[in-house]
């Protein structure tokens, strides 16, 4: 909201003295921070960030209030000239609870047009003036005054007004053009012809002010808050009168409006009042609020005097009574979001200003609870997956039903995962697997350059279920591209479906998961998080005993099938092999030539011993013989 | 005597010593051992064939002159030789020493997502005062993410243009704010509340709310919400709590700085700000020359809040705090762009995600 420092100093003259910047930190420790400041109209406008609770505050005399109780200066009074009510002219009937008082008066209009002035007030709030003194005057009250009010043309007005539900079905082309079906939920102004306005939303194109209007029928009313907000959210109108009455306006204000805007009709437009008259009263006001001066000390951090309380909420406009440790208060009628005594205390904090609370850590009673097992396991398994050259995504949690279609599942409807309103096609549904969202990554990498793919994400995926898509922590993982050829030690190949095959097993997994090619030589595979391996609880493993021996290796360089699988060939060589003593069985190289005889090709194999003795060459001669003997038993030979 | 010998034996014996150190390598050292000494066709055969030939009056002299040549040539071709043999041990010496100036085998390089590294960073710096991690589901009921915070029934965040929402189950939605966790957790909790003195946790997570896609906004992004719930508990520990929390992220000279605003579900609510750790409160690009950079929204949890979750607030009190991940992210790291958190390009991963 724009305020303006002019009209702000004419409300409380001390802010004049005041530099922007300090006007400026001092509206942001009330909790109003300035996001920027212009100059317009010869005068200074600032941008005030205004909260959703703090209706009373969206005017200059709302935002005055706020810097007259923290500077501890008076505001100007605000004495209108009283007007005398009198008959009513037209009658007024209230039959709904939502709207309980409504303040108005009828004037003919005479010759004048808006006060430059006010024009250019209007024009440096970015309100543009219309030229019409009872719609300007209007404009000028709301944003000085915060008090929503409107001017009909009275001459087009037929018979009783009535402020009512709307019937379901009613029509009122409203004052942007729109024509609306109105629901019975809302509350209308309307005369015998039916609804002339939408109630403290917008009024009605048939009985607007024009040129030619020559007599005015002003309202200055009091709505309900709720039915306000429902109204402007169900016709999507959301207007400077609804934003304000939908977050509560000041009822106390509305006869005072309706004088004041009397008043600026007579000595602008020279208008003559036929006469003013309400119908109704004020609402009931809300009963006080008892607030412990105990949580007056809790809520600033350390126990103050009480009477600072009582100054400070005085100071806001409140009325305050004072029992033992307690004080009674009773909100003036313009704070709609003062309803218990948190609201109170944090009346009192702000006042005195959030800077001072004092800084103290809690007090911890009770040990710590430990991290969940499975938040930790992630962690490990995210940890673990980079430190092999893996690189974590994070991707959108929805993707479009044909990606979704490509992965989909027996027993995973989309259906069920299908969002209402989604941002596009694209994001339509929850999804059933990480691989799409991985497929799409890994693509994007490709298209950038890179040579090789290694991609994981950690996240949830949804399956479809009677009471909603039930989450499933899921682990994802691509893989694809040229592998090696960065150093002199690795030569480039490309990535195979059985590298993911070792991934796999690597991470410990008790079932190898499904590999799936994806397509551009990339390859996949996805699991529950909840099927790997726990991350050890143990910080400190248990202490296995070492040999201080030398250890002995041997090679052993042989010629296999090319089916020959490796894990076969090894069990089978461990099995000959004294338990205690292998420390190591691997296959270091692997070598596929033309050289080699056709279907074969060569594998280095590497054993390491060690005893808690020195080991004697005969003995590392005898395991090597039983090695190969177990290797040429499945048909392979030692490479000449 | 000379006038005796052809021209080519003459011009033969005075190219040698050039032609013999032209030799770069034992090949080219045989080829010339070849022309000159060899035994068919060389330079030292034609000789002999003269010597053959000459009258036997000049036989003596002849022999003394193409003896001599031979023997330079055959010297000259020796010690050439031995030159060379060394040359070539000393090469393959070294070729068969390690140059330590190569660089080692480069090992295959990953990352941590930057967004998923600061939770875990949050989360180490909160461990040490006590807390743990609380996670819920993404997909929410309406309850839980809107009623049990006190936000009520008209508020704007609950339509359709701000919340995604469930086909199949109009009563679920995709939760905007990981503060759902914070209801289920204190409804988990209330029974045993008295027994361990109150409860304190942090709730990573990923929320999803209607933005369009933009270089600032994202349908879904990363909250880490924190809450505290005890006896006693005032603003004073939350000032406390996010002074060291702030101080342990950002450095030990960081300031912190509460303002006044408004969140249904605290009272009082507070906007928190950092001293800018970019610039050190100078005033940089980063915090708009303020000095201060927004960093969370926090305040006591509002009495509704406690008590739809069956807790006493006569009794009970706490805060809660809640952070964007992402906005920290892109202040901390200056990336101009939140699209990059989530294209994933191995580049960008590779620049903000190195292991610690």
Known sequence: ?640 | MEHLLPAEIIEAGRAFPEALAACGDLDALLRLKGEYVGRDGSHAARLMELLKAAPKEQKRDLGAVINGLKQQWEEGLKARQTELEAAKKQLNALADRWDPSLPPPVPARGALHPLNRLMDRLVEVFRPLGFHVEEGPEVETEAHNFDGLNIPEDHPAKASSDTFYLAAHPELLLRTHTSPVQVRTLLRVAPQLAASGGIRFLAPGRVYRKDEIDPTHSPMFHQVEGMLVGRGIGMQHLKGTLEYALRALFGPHTEIRLRPSYFPFVEPGCEVDVSCPLCDAKGCRVCKGSGWVEILGAGLIHPNVLRYAGIDPAEWSGWAFGMGVERMAMMLSQTPDLRLFFENDQRFLNTMGGLD
């Open chain 1, 1 to 640: 909201m724009w305020i303006d420092r002019k009209a702000l100093a004419a409300e409380i003259p001390a802010a004049a003295a005041l530099e922007t910047r300090q006007l400026c930190e001092l509206l942001a420790s009330l909790g109003f921070p300035v996001d920027g400041v212009a100059v317009r109209e010869g005068s200074e406008v600032l941008d005030v960030d205004i909260t959703a609770n703090r209706g009373d505050a969206m005017s200059h005399r709302g935002m005055a209030r706020e810097v007259a109780a923290k500077l501890q200066q008076p505001l100007a009074p605000l004495a209108p000239p009283s007007v005398t009510e009198g008959a009513p002219r037209i009658q007024v009937r209230l039959e709904s609870p939502a709207c309980p008082l409504y303040a108005t008066a009828l004037l003919s209009l005479g010759e004048g047009a808006t006060p430059p002035e006010t024009q250019a007030f209007l024009r440096a709030l970015e309100a543009l003036p219309k030229h019409l003194p009872a719609v300007d005057a209007s404009n000028d009250l709301l944003h000085r005054y915060g008090h929503p009010t409107h001017a009909f043309d009275a001459d087009r007005i037929r018979g009783a007004v009535s402020i009512r539900q709307a019937k379901a079905g009613e029509t009122l082309v409203t004052l942007d053009g729109v024509a609306r079906t109105l629901a019975a939920g809302d509350l209308v102004i309307a005369d015998e012809a039916g609804p002339i306005a939408l109630a403290g939303v917008m009024g009605g194109e048939g009985t607007k002010v024009t040129e030619s209007t020559r007599r005015v029928l002003l309202e200055s009313a009091w709505f309900d808050p709720k039915s306000v907000k429902a109204t402007a959210r169900r016709h999507s109108l959301h207007t400077d009168a609804s934003h304000r009455f939908g977050r509560g306006a000041d009822p106390a204000m509305a006869a005072v409006a309706r004088d004041l805007l009397v008043h600026r009709l007579q000595s602008w437009a020279g208008a003559t009042l036929e006469s003013a008259w309400t119908v109704g009263g004020l609402p009931p006001a809300p009963a006080p609020v008892s607030v412990p001066e105990a949580l007056l000390t809790r809520v600033a951090g350390e126990a103050r005097p009480l009477a600072e309380g009582v100054e400070a909420l005085r100071r806001l406009g409140c009325t305050v009574e004072t029992q033992p440790g307690t004080l009674v208060v009773q909100p003036p009628s313009w704070r709609h979001d003062l309803a218990i005594p948190e609201d109170l205390a944090e009346e009192v904090l702000r006042l005195r200003g959030y800077e001072h609370i004092p800084s103290v850590l809690p007090p911890l009673e009770g040990p710590p609870l430990p991290l969940a097992a499975e938040y930790l396991q992630r962690q490990a398994v995210a940890r673990r997956l980079a430190h092999l050259g893996f690189h974590q995504t994070v991707t959108y949690g929805f993707i479009s039903l044909d990606a979704d279609a490509a992965f989909a599942v027996a027993g995973n409807p989309a259906e069920g995962r299908t969002l209402v309103n989604p941002l596009g096609q694209e994001y339509s549904v929850m999804r059933g697997t990480l691989l799409s969202s991985l497929r799409s990554a890994a693509e994007q990498n490709l298209r950038q350059g890179a040579r090789e793919i290694r991609l994981f994400e950690l996240a949830p995926t949804y399956t479809s279920g009677p009471q909603g898509p039930a989450e499933q922590f899921t682990l994802g993982l691509i893989w694809g591209g040229t592998l090696g050829g960065e150093d002199y030690l690795s030569p480039a190949r490309p990535v195979r479906e059985a590298d993911l095959s070792g991934m796999a097993r690597d991470l410990g997994l008790a079932r190898l998961p499904e590999i799936r090619a994806l397509g551009e030589g990339l390859f996949g595979f996805e699991l529950p998080v909840a099927d790997l391996p726990q991350a050890g609880a143990r910080i400190i493993p248990t202490f296995r005993a070492f040999s201080r021996f030398p250890s002995v290796e041997r090679d052993l360089s042989l010629l296999v099938d090319l089916g020959q699988s490796h894990e076969t060939l090894t069990v089978a060589m461990r099995a000959v092999l004294p338990a205690g003593i292998l420390q190591d069985l691997r296959c270091v190289d692997v070598f596929r030539h033309k050289s080699l005889p056709e279907g074969r090709q060569a594998w280095l194999m590497r054993l390491r011993f060690q005893a808690d003795r020195t080991l004697v060459g005969d003995e590392v001669d005898g395991w090597v013989a039983s090695a190969l003997a177990a290797a040429e038993a499945l048909g392979a030979k030692l490479r000449a």
